[in-house]
């Protein structure tokens, strides 16, 4: 858990790396006359808004102005940025999995790194730390800066993953009922929600692809020598993921084109239905009709069986009409 001395400076982890897989947790005061041995390296993860936050960027990281600029912007997207020195600033996006929070709505990560510091700062919370957390608590973290850059942006996609999985998962269900029932109606605020989510998503994983497939081109020499295949696993993983989004939003429109096509499809039967109905009452309508005017002369207004023989006439004209309308193949 975060001292309370460091979130009073906007520092949520201050980390020193032993390059075995564990860390020791430092205070913010210590940071001054911090002093890492040739395996040591350290890690700190800022609250981007907090005003000792930047105050400390200004005056005590030792970033250039470019550098401290572009972790303090106030909009960043999915990118990678190589400095002098062997130095980079990354940028990336994590699945917003927050309370009451939509993964689309995604939490902008900035990095800055070289051989021996990594400074990481967050918008809003970022889940994913907490995994390194536990993975140094027991012994099993990053070795050093390269390790934790790799192991960031691994947990990123693995969150990616299950998102897009149960995002297709959705589409599944919603087609196979679709494809099972003729009078199952998909939700459309459902499925445009599920179509609104594939495209946000694919907004910022498809740069943050890119930027894993530019980190396979390593250039930094403190990169592990098989860094380059996992940061290729994670571009290749990630490509999946989005050929996956762009599958969901086609299935979705699928989806809805069906809907909308079975519903042309009901209205059409059943406007003809209706036509036919009424085709087939309109004659009897105008012959009752002719037969009540309220004039003298009506033929058999007189005789007691005229009401009889007119049920009668009406009879053989509805049958008549049932005969010509098989044999147009109406009915």
């Known amino acids: ?45 800022w609250e981007r808004s907090h005003l000792r936050t930047e105050q400390w960027l200004r005056e005590s990281s030792g970033l250039s102005e470019f550098s401290r600029d572009l972790l303090l912007e106030e909009n960043t997207r999915p990118r990678l940025l190589r400095l002098e020195n062997q130095e980079l600033l990354l940028f990336l996006r994590a699945i917003n999995l927050n309370p009451q929070a939509d993964p689309e709505d995604m939490v902008s990560l900035r990095i800055f790194a070289n051989a021996k510091h990594l400074y990481s700062l967050r918008q809003r919370p970022v889940q994913i730390t907490g995994d390194l957390l536990k993975a140094l608590e027991k012994g099993q973290g990053p070795k050093n800066t390269a390790e934790v850059l790799l192991f960031l942006a691994q947990s990123l996609t693995d969150r990616v993953e299950r998102v897009v999985s149960d995002l297709g998962d959705t589409v599944d269900q919603e087609e196979a009922r679709a494809d099972s029932d003729e009078l199952y109606i998909p939700s459309p605020l459902g499925m445009l929600q599920a179509r609104r989510t594939a495209a946000n998503l694919r907004r910022f994983l ?59 499809e009901r209205m059409g039967r059943t406007m003809y239905l209706l036509a036919i109905i009424t085709g087939f009452f309109l004659p009897m309508t105008f012959v009752t009709g002719l037969l009540g005017i309220n004039v003298g002369g009506i033929p058999g207004s007189e005789q007691p069986y005229g009401f009889i023989l007119s049920c009668l006439v009406l009879a ?16």
């Not at 290729?232 to 969901?248: A, C, D, I, P, Q």
Request: charged share 20%; no cysteine.
């Open 1 to 45: 858990m975060p001292h309370s001395d460091r979130l009073s400076q906007g520092l949520l982890h201050a980390f020193v790396l032993d390059g075995y897989g564990s860390a020791e947790t430092i205070s913010f005061a210590q940071l001054e006359n911090l002093q890492l041995s040739a395996q040591q390296s350290l890690w700190l993860h």
């Open 206 to 264: 498809a740069p943050q692809r890119d930027v894993f497939l530019a980190l396979t081109r390593t250039q930094e020499s403190w990169f592990l020598a098989d860094d380059a295949m996992y940061w290729n696993e994670l571009n290749n993983r990630l490509t999946l993921h989005l050929e996956e989004l762009e599958l969901t939003r086609e299935r979705v429109g699928l989806i809805l084109e069906t809907e909308h096509r079975r519903r042309n």
């Open 316 to 331: 053989i004209l509805a049958f008549g009409q049932w005969l010509f309308f098989r044999w147009l193949r109406w009915v």
